[in-house]
Every structure is written in C-alpha cells, then in structure tokens.
C-alpha cells in the first residue's frame, strides 16, 4: 500500500484500550480513505442496526481519517465522520489541521474512536506510544484556553518522555469546544482556532465521549508512494495553477460577504428572507482595514485563503479569527441583519471560542431572529430583544445556546429540530423558517436567482443535506458534483485548489503516482464513487432514532425558497415546485435511484453492495 | 571583511503564511521525503496564527562549532553555512545549549544534528516562499555587522514579539 502508513488506531473509550487495526488493499482501493471509508466501516459495524443507534450515544463510531493523497496533494486535511446527529445519517466532514499530517508520520492513517469514556480525556498519541490522559483539568475551557493548555502540555511532555536534545515543535491538536461537551448538534471539530469541521455536528459525538481532544506528534516522514518524481511533479503542476488565482488568494472567499449578495442575489439575508443586498460597508476593503495577516493557511497550500482578522479597538476589541470566509460572513454576518466587519468578527471569533459550526449556528440564530420579528419568540422567551444586527443581542443568545441555558436548550438540537419543539410550543407552524435540508442547515448559497452554483436538485438530493461542499449536480461528473467531491473528502485534501478543471484532471495521475492504482474517471464516476455514495444514501433513508426522512417531502428545498425574492435584479424569482419534481427525478436517474429514490437494486448488485440492497428492499416495501 | 559575498535569510514573521512549503521543500531536497520533522527549517505554531520559521542564522562567532566536542561541524567556505559532518557527530547536543536560539535539534531517526546548509547557496525554501509570494524568509547579502545574530532566538521569545504586534499587548503573557 503506497501512500497510506499501513495501520489504522482503534480506541475504546468505555474500556481504555487501544489496538491497531488494517485494512486488505481491497477495501482501501475501493474505498480509498476518509468519508469513503467511514461509510464502509460505517455500514459493516453498524448498518443492520442503524435506525436504532443514536449518534449521541455510545454505540456510535467516530473516525479522524486521512487519505492516501494527504500530505501530497496541495491542501492538507483531515475527515471527520461518524453517524450524523444532524442528519442522522453519514457527513464526510473535513477540516484543515496540521494533525493529518502528523498522524501520517505517526504511522496512522486515522483513528477509530468507538465506546464512551467515563470521564473527561484526551488522546495523546507520539508515534506508537497512545495515551489516554485526563482532561477534567481543560473540560469547560474554551477553544483558545484549551488550546493554549494542550499546546503547552504536549511539548512539557514530548520534553520530559523523550530526552531527545533540541527544541520540540508543538503537536497538533484537534478538540471540541464547551458547545460539543454540552452535546449541542451545532458543535464543530475544531482546530487552530478557527479551523472547523461543522456540517455533521461532530464535536457532540466528541463530546458524548467525553473526548476533548487529540494530541499528535509524528516524527518519521509521510509514507513512501509509488512514483516519488511523478507525485512531487504533478503537485507541482497543481501548485502553479493555484499560484496564479488571483481573488481566493488576494482576498479568500472574504470577497464573497459583498459580492455573492450584490452580484448573485444568492446570500441569506435575515434568515433568507432575501438573497441581495448592496451593503458596501462589508465589502473586503472594510475587512482588510483589521487584517494582521494577508495570507494564512495549511500544510502544503499554496492559495492560504485565510487572512486573520484582529479588532484592537473600541468595544468588541479583542476579538480574533480568521477573515471570516463567506460563509461565516454570510451566516454571522447578513443572516444577523449584521453588517460592519467588527460586529461579524466578533461573532465568527465568539463561535470559534465556543466550539460552534458558523454556518448552523447562522441558521440557527436568524431562525429565531424571524420567528422574533413575527412574535412568534418573545422577549420572554428569550430575557432580552432580538432585534437585526444587534450584534451583543445574538452574541448573547449564542453564549445561551453553548451552554444549553434557556431557549438555548432548544436552539442547541439545531435549526430542524427547534423548528419541531418550537411548532409544539407555541402552536404555530415553525418549520416555514427553517432553512434546512435533511435536519442540516444549508449552506450559505442560494438557488432562487440561479445564478450561484447549485441547482435545483443540489441541496435536495446530496446525501449529505444542506452541506454546500457536496452538492448532489448534473452532469454527475460536474466539477461540483457529489462524486466528485467524495474523492477529495476520501482522498483527504483540500476542494478548494481543485476549482480549476486542469487542476481536476491532474488528479487521476496524482492518485496513480502515490498509491499505484490506475483509477480512472469512468472507474471512479461509474463504480468506486456510487458504492460510497449509495450506501451514504442507504443509510440516510434508514435514519433514525429521532428523526427519518422521506425522499417523496425531504428531497426538496426549505418552504422559504418557494417564497419570492423581494429585492434586488432578481426581485420576484422563487422556486418553481414543478422544476424541483423533475430535477429531482433526473438526478435520480442518473445516479441510479429508483423514482421513490432508493438506489435500485441492479445498480446496487451491479456494484456488489447486494447487503445494501436487502436494507433497500424493506424500504422499497414501506415506501 | 571577506571576499565573496555570502547570503543570508531574511526571515519577516507576519508574513509566514504557516503553509509549511519550507519544511517540505527542505525535506524533499535533504531527505528525499516530505517529513517535517526532519526538515532544517522548522516552522513552530505555540499560537495559531503566529507560525514562526526557524532556522540557523549563522552567528559570526558560531558558539555551536566551538561548543562541538568532536569536531563535527564546520563552516562551509563559499557559503559560511554550519555543515555538520553526520559521521563524526554523536548528537549529544552541546550545539544546541551554545546556541542563542536553540535552533540545532537531532535528527528523528539518525544519530546527528540537523542544521540549515543554506543550501550551497541557493536555499529552497526561499524559492519555495518566493514563488507563493508569501516572502517570509528572503535571500540578502550578509554583512559584517553583529545585528545578524540577534535573529538567533527561541520560538518562545519570538513568538512573544511577534504576537505583541500582531494581537497586540495583552498576548504578551500567552506564550
């Protein structure tokens, strides 16, 4: 096996105990790494019981998964994945960290986390030495505060075990903030500060662990590839394309937060209630006035879209994070009727400290934000006014959601669920606000105007719901679409220096150079990427406990999309109901879906996924 | 004054993207690996945000070659780079208590010191920032004047300086 390190940890937290785990070259081939295998291992453990496992609870599996290309494609990253406790089926959900690598070099290609612990703990790992250590001491820090002890911590005891002379550099470390250990379905992943695997809500499945972190210090090198020269010549060759965008560099999606709402007509304004605006105060001019830093980023990138944002003065002084990206800028920004680079930079920075995913967070808050503005959430309901762009009103109401006070308590369960509990409560009907899909808050790019890059059948049909970077898109081989996407999330690297159409075709030789398996986009597009995507989609039909989903009402877009668009060039455009049904039904056809869309049984036994199939069968009845 | 001209890395720390294409760069060429433990310029994150490259400086008295009790380092004539000779070097780590900065460390795997060769000259992982245009390190021409070795520092103690400029005061105590 090339690319990969050979080995894989498997940690069982109920009973402290950790083992090494291999996968045949097989399974590897075909499923490559990351959210491909996730799903895998997903499907064999768990599959025949799915609808009963709650992703809370300690029968679920969590996996910090590398990929064979990372490390050597442009753009580290790690995947994060598990059962859902958003979709309550699989998200492939990647961040970018230094640990990806660092477990590489460890001799890891990921770890599987399964069980519950008793208490509070972190993992420590250094090359083959696993520990699992106390964590009681940094439970209920935030995310500078943790980081800051874990980082110390990590050296203090690289120093003292290893008596090695010279300096350590520090380990890296991924962890959940005090949102993930109070299991809030908004929790990120977190690293660096501001680095976040948000869509899947996987920072709860950490903290129903009560896994608060993980500490890695690799020493030895990545693993050897098939064809060092050919690996390092086409990263080259991907790196000299990226070197040459111009906007993802200079300004990194932080031109967006203008942009997208001026020119597209596709930004969530006051929770959707409209897509464009001409707000030139948060223009990225206005952002780079409190940038300390204009090119930031990960191992081996050569775009660093992130810059890091300061505010040194006046009230929300003190405040750090990176830009934001767009759709922090979206979400914390426009969505909050919030409109000035300090009041989103300080609700980006309140997030990433919190241990909160921006973009359902987002969601989250101008969902109550509407259903304050109609009356439907008073002010006591939530002990002060809610009113647009009152930056320390939302600040406040985040804080409640982080630690599930008040109608935090609901807010935390994420916008779909709220929507539910607060129907209930209050006799209305909630979900009309809830801009969601598959119980994940979309991401921050609308279809109403058409003129943004998902279509109709995107948020409608991807097996990952809302999650904007794995939008289900035709042509099934689209630079966009799902399949493709689930390359970059199984191989493990990073979406965004792969826009270019020369940089994708760079791709199939790069996975050939490092792992030897001559892959191609026919074998990829018509077999390897349907089996993960099938069973992702097998799995988040089956669902469950709390929630299930119908393809029949859930492959659709939130009911606000059918309401027109009240300003701007696209003023009057709304979701055409007809146009879903039959986006909705190509795509079922292309992909393999039957017209109920549960994948059909020749093309699941075309793939070999016949257990799948029989899973397929009982719905295919009920249906 | 000496003869030929020598260079010397110009390191601007708010400037370091933390993309780390120097350390793999720098492995690639002298390992023939990506392996950033291994690489002679390493880049050290205590705060996110504040990546600090650090490398050798090439102080004019060079403490680490007099602290060498095995005569295993040396100083390259063209370049004025510290050479460590792997076989004579038994990584008892004198080198880097000499050192002003602590640079030197040993090498994960081998029994000897890693310390940045310039690269005969023309260092890669100069290039490397140079052509993202990040320009973090930059290639200069050394002069005869002390202030080069005062750029021989601990992540610790450039962390704190560079945090005080980019956070601000208050950060000074983080590190």
Known sequence: ?623 | MSETEHIWIARDYSKCSGCRRCEIVCSLSHEGKIWPEASRVRVFMLVPGIEIPHLCVQCDDYPCVDACPVDALSIDRETEAVIVDKEKCTACGRCVEACPGKIPYMHPTENYAVICDLCGGEPKCVEACAEGGWYALETIKREDIPTFKLYAKTPEEITKNVIVKLYGEEWKEVV
């Open chain 1, 1 to 623: 096996m090339r690319g990969y390190a050979g080995k894989f940890l498997e940690v069982d937290l109920s009973t402290e105990s950790v083992k090494e785990t291999k996968f045949s070259d097989e399974i590897l081939r075909q499923y490559i790494g990351g959210r491909g295998l996730a799903v895998k291992i997903l499907w064999d453990r768990l599959g025949d019981k799915w609808e009963t496992v709650d992703p809370l609870g300690p029968e679920n599996i969590l996996f910090l998964f590398t990929g064979p290309l990372t490390g050597f494609a442009p753009g580290a990253r790690l995947c994060v994945s598990g059962k859902s406790p958003q979709s309550n089926g699989v998200v492939g959900s990647t961040l970018g960290t230094e640990l990806a690598i660092d477990l590489k070099c460890a001799g890891y290609d990921g770890i599987i986390f399964t069980g519950e612990a008793e208490k509070p703990v972190y993992l420590f790992i250094k090359d083959s030495d696993v520990e699992i250590k106390d964590a009681s001491h940094i439970w209920g820090k935030d995310s500078k505060e943790t980081l800051k002890i874990l980082v110390k911590e990590g050296r203090e005891e690289l120093r003292n075990r290893y008596k090695r002379p010279g300096l350590w550099k520090d380990p890296s470390v991924v962890y959940i903030g005090p949102a993930g250990e109070k299991k809030s379905r908004l929790a990120i992943v977190a690293a660096k500060w501001v680095h976040a695997a948000g869509y899947g809500g996987y920072g709860a499945v950490m903290g129903s662990k009560k896994l608060k972190a993980v500490v890695v210090k690799g020493t030895g090198p990545l693993p050897d590839v098939d064809d060092m020269e050919r690996t390092m010549k086409i990263a080259d060759e991907i790196l000299k394309i990226n070197f040459k965008r111009t906007v993802f560099r200079r300004w990194g999606t932080g031109y967006a937060g203008y942009d997208v709402g001026a020119s597209l007509s596709s930004e969530p304004v006051r929770n959707w209630q409209e897509e464009w605006h001409d707000e030139k105060s948060f223009g990225v001019d206005q952002f780079e006035r409190i940038w300390v830093k204009s090119y930031w980023g990960d191992f081996g990138c050569p775009t660093t879209c992130l810059k890091v944002a300061v505010i040194k003065s006046g009230p929300l002084k003190g405040a750090i994070t990176d830009n934001p990206d767009y759709e922090n800028q979206a979400y914390l920004g426009t969505n909050l009727g919030i409109f000035t680079p300090e009041g989103n930079v300080y609700m980006t920075a309140l997030i990433d400290d919190l241990g909160l995913c921006g973009i359902q967070t987002g969601n989250v808050l101008g969902f109550a934000g509407e259903l304050y503005q109609r009356g439907i959430l008073t002010k006591e309901d939530l002990g002060f006014e809610l009113k647009w762009g009152d930056v320390e009103a939302f600040a406040s109401l985040t804080r409640m959601i982080a630690e599930r006070r008040g109608i935090g308590d609901i807010l935390a369960e994420g916008t779909y669920r709220a929507a539910l509990k607060i129907s209930e409560m209050k006799g209305v009907d909630a979900l009309k606000y809830a801009v969601t899909s598959k119980g994940i808050g979309i991401g921050a790019h609308g279809i109403r105007s058409e003129e943004d890059y998902p279509g109709y059948e995107s948020y409608a049909c991807s097996v990952q719901g809302g999650d904007h970077t794995s939008i289900a898109k035709l042509p099934i081989d689209h630079g966009n679409s799902e399949l493709r996407v689930i390359l970059y999330d199984s191989g493990v690297f990073c979406w965004f220096n792969f826009f270019d159409a020369d940089a994708q075709e760079l791709i199939w030789g790069l996975l050939e150079a490092v792992t030897g398996w001559k892959i191609t986009p026919e074998d990829w597009f018509g077999t390897a990427a349907r089996r993960i995507l099938h069973m992702q989609r097998a799995l988040l039909l089956l669902g469950g406990p709390d929630v299930r989903w119908k393809p029949e009402s859930d492959d659709n877009v939130p009911a606000r999309w059918y309401e027109p668009l009240g300003k701007g060039p696209h003023k009057g455009k709304a979701v055409d109901p007809e146009k879903i049904k039959k986006a909705r039904s190509e795509y079922y056809e292309a992909i393999g879906w039957d017209e109920k869309g549960i994948p059909k049984s020749e093309e699941l036994r075309r793939l070999g996924l016949e257990d799948v199939d029989k899973r397929m069968e009982e719905l295919r009845k009920s249906a």
